[in-house]
């Protein structure tokens, strides 16, 4: 029996996005999820063009071609026209995607997917993912650090190792399937996944409900959990094209949608907003709009009027005394911050190399937050051009330990990018590497930076903090996503 797609999209901006980077598509023969990344770089652009190379391959003309040859080769013209767009627009550079298609031929489906969206079949009353994210903490996971528990919660989940950037290598993973009646397929970005448990999804799924009902109920729980990413679902139920009228219409969601009607819905409030609004509302319906004010005021004037004028003294005394309790309150603040602050770590770039520190990215008037620690051997220039773009927002980790695994992860882009170049080939995000012992082997070099505050009156709040005064180095040795956890981008 012919199977056909009963389908739907879904997608909304969350509640903390102010634009949204997913794009998603649902068609007769043709399903993809893109989330973008790059922010002002132009993570919206560079889904919506993913969505834009792929339409056509929604049409019965391929339906008897050779899917995942056709997938694979209009991912490939996607990324190829991400570059394209780079190249002329060098703002753009850093701008990234990750994909994750279905294309139908009868029976059979070919399915190709980069980063960390997913794609999971439920049949019969079973969840199963059936694609591999392409992320640090997946990484983690094969190496047996960490568990799926622990991944659910790490703070880097959403750094992606492999995305499509524009560059040569950003080649996606492609498998082919069958295609069986009663099959539902879910393609979500981690706005999805990264929020509402898998237990929770796959009741949605097993309730049989109208796709747009099911994506709908997703993309709500999604926004009932906080939703600070973008939301994106496409909902795909195979069934017999001979007994019933699956749709035609293609949907198309997200920035893919925005940037052909030119138009965004408005970013929704936040429910602590709505909270706060509701009881101002409720104090200002039950005391008047001035009322409460109006009584403080004429309260403190009775009192003051009872109690008489005070001595130039007396008032004097109050002040000092008041200005030595907010002193002693700012400077216990200032402590407790650099004691907090000493406890984290971060890694970013200092003077060419990926180095941990401990601290906060953070300077204080004449107060530095953090310090190098260990500055290894990766030099920032041998990394990838998308990871190296986002190392310079600072990875922060809660321990050295899971820092020291991110410089781990580094080392072998870092390695794999200059092999790539020596040939003559241009380094992108990559595929994942597969370490050797010697690779894997770190030593970490330090520098000898006193860890206690030091201070520099010409320090600006805000800027990258580095050593007031640093001895000169003495390096002992060597050492997906920011560079976050996204081999590439973190969103």
């Given at each position: 029996m012919p199977v056909a797609f009963n389908y739907a999209a879904r997608s909304d901006v969350g509640m903390v996005r102010q634009n949204n980077q997913d794009s998603g598509y649902a068609g007769p023969h043709l399903l993809v999820v893109a989330d973008g990344m790059g922010g002002h770089a132009g993570g919206d652009l560079a889904s919506a063009t993913v969505i834009a190379e792929l339409?056509?391959?929604?049409?019965?003309?391929?339906?008897?071609?050779?899917?995942?040859r056709l997938l694979?080769?209009?991912?490939?013209?996607?990324?190829?026209?991400?570059?394209?767009?780079?190249?002329?627009?060098?703002?753009?550079?850093?701008?990234?995607?990750?994909?994750?298609?279905?294309?139908?031929?009868?029976?059979?489906?070919?399915?190709?997917?980069?980063?960390d969206s997913r794609c999971y079949l439920f049949r019969g009353d079973e969840l199963v993912q059936i694609t591999r994210d392409h992320s640090f903490v997946q990484t983690l996971i094969d190496e047996g650090r960490i568990t799926e528990e622990e991944a659910a919660t790490h703070p880097h989940r959403s750094f992606v190792t492999r995305v499509l950037t524009g560059h040569e290598g950003d080649d996606p993973d492609v498998i082919v399937r069958r295609a069986h009646h009663g099959d539902r397929y879910l393609l979500c970005s981690d706005g999805l996944t990264g929020f509402v448990a898998l237990d929770t999804i796959r009741e949605v799924l097993a309730a049989r409900e109208d796709p747009g009902v099911t994506a709908d109920r997703l993309v709500q729980l999604s926004l009932k959990a906080g939703a600070p990413d973008n939301v994106t679902v496409v909902v795909a139920d195979a069934v017999d094209a001979t007994s019933s009228t699956p749709p035609t219409q293609p949907q198309i969601v997200g920035a893919a949608a925005v940037r052909r009607r030119k138009g965004t819905r408005p970013i929704p409030i936040t429910p602590a907003q709505k909270a706060a609004a509701?009881?101002?509302?409720?104090?200002?319906?039950?005391?008047?709009?001035?009322?409460?004010?109006?009584?403080?005021?004429?309260?403190?004037?009775?009192?003051?009027?009872?109690?008489?004028?005070?001595?130039?003294?007396?008032?004097?005394?109050?002040?000092?005394?008041?200005?030595?309790?907010?002193?002693?309150?700012?400077?216990?603040?200032?402590?407790?911050?650099?004691?907090?602050?000493?406890?984290?770590?971060?890694?970013?770039?200092?003077?060419?190399?990926?180095?941990?520190?401990?601290?906060?990215?953070?300077?204080?008037?004449?107060?530095?937050?953090?310090?190098?620690?260990?500055?290894?051997?990766?030099k920032v220039n041998d990394l990838p051009d998308f990871q190296r773009s986002r190392l310079e927002e600072n990875v922060r980790f809660a321990?050295?330990?899971?820092?020291?695994?991110?410089?781990?992860?580094?080392?072998?882009?870092?390695?794999?990018?200059?092999?790539?170049?020596?040939?003559?080939?241009?380094?992108?995000?990559?595929?994942?590497?597969?370490?050797?012992?010697?690779?894997?082997?770190?030593?970490?070099?330090?520098?000898?930076?006193?860890?206690?505050v030091t201070t520099s009156p010409s320090t600006s709040p805000g800027a990258t903090t580095r050593p007031a005064t640093p001895t000169s180095p003495m390096r002992t040795g060597t050492a997906e996503p920011t560079v976050g956890p996204t081999g590439g981008p973190t969103r």
């Open positions: 339409f056509e391959l929604d049409d019965d003309a391929y339906a008897g071609g050779e899917t995942a694979a080769d209009r991912i490939a013209r996607a990324n190829a026209e991400l570059g394209r767009l780079i190249t002329d627009d060098p703002k753009l550079e850093g701008m990234g995607t990750t994909v994750t298609a279905i294309l139908r031929s009868r029976r059979t489906l070919a399915l190709a997917h980069i980063g509701l009881a101002a509302a409720a104090r200002r319906s039950q005391n008047g709009d001035t009322t409460e004010e109006e009584d403080d005021d004429t309260g403190a004037s009775l009192r003051l009027a009872e109690q008489g004028p005070r001595s130039p003294f007396r008032s004097m005394l109050v002040i000092i005394s008041a200005l030595a309790l907010a002193a002693v309150v700012l400077i216990g603040g200032v402590i407790a911050t650099y004691q907090w602050s000493q406890q984290q770590f971060y890694v970013g770039a200092y003077e060419g190399n990926v180095t941990v520190f401990q601290g906060v990215p953070l300077s204080l008037p004449a107060v530095h937050m953090s310090h190098p620690k260990v500055i290894s051997e990766v321990d050295e330990d899971a820092a020291f695994q991110l410089v781990d992860d580094l080392r072998l882009r870092a390695v794999e990018c200059r092999r790539l170049r020596e040939s003559g080939t241009a380094c992108g995000a990559g595929p994942d590497a597969t370490p050797t012992a010697t690779e894997t082997t770190r030593t970490r070099t330090t520098r000898p930076v006193s860890p206690s």
